[in-house]
């Protein structure tokens, strides 16, 4: 079922624009790579140098929708799974991004752009884990669960 009132074109083109823009400028600027997974795990292991632009960036994500949400109505959260499965994704997605080397913001934005062979392999896996997962969920465990 397709709910189209949660169709949003423009604000996904702008968001995804804010992320195209956000990559360029941290890679133009200061020559990295605008992969959460590694900018969150160099937190605790990078140089003191190397650390204020980690945390000015995960800080970053943590505080704008908090801003935003003083300008405008921010959507409302629904979340369709307990809290052990949430837990479980959450590890399976951690153990994906190191065997990776690197998560869907690395791989899926700023290496697809800058023409890596690697980071296409490692999206197109992405997306078909996401695909088969979100097939057995729906249509292959309805079988065996209520």
Do not use: K, Q
């Not at 604000?11 to 959460?36: Q, T």
């Not at 979340?79 to 499965?85: C, E, K, N, Q």
């Not at 949430?86 to 990776?100: K, S």
């Not at 080397?101 to 992405?126: P, W």
């Amino acid at each position: 079922m397709i709910h189209w009132e949660a169709f949003t074109p423009w604000s996904s083109f702008a968001g995804g624009l804010l992320i195209g823009v956000a990559a360029a400028i941290l890679l133009l600027g200061n020559g990295r790579i605008a992969g959460i997974s590694g900018i969150l795990g160099g937190v605790w292991s990078a140089d003191r140098g190397d650390r204020l632009w980690r945390v000015a960036f995960v800080l970053g994500m943590v505080l704008a929708p908090l801003v935003y949400g003083l300008f405008a109505v921010l959507p409302r959260v629904e979340i369709g799974a307990d809290t052990s499965t949430l837990i479980v994704a959450g590890l399976l997605v951690g153990l994906g991004t190191r065997y990776a080397s690197g998560c869907t913001s690395g791989h899926g934005v700023c290496g697809l752009s800058r023409g890596s062979v690697r980071s296409l392999v490692a999206t197109l896996t992405f997306m078909g884990a996401g695909f088969a997962t979100v097939y057995i969920v729906r249509h292959v465990l309805t079988y065996f669960i209520p």
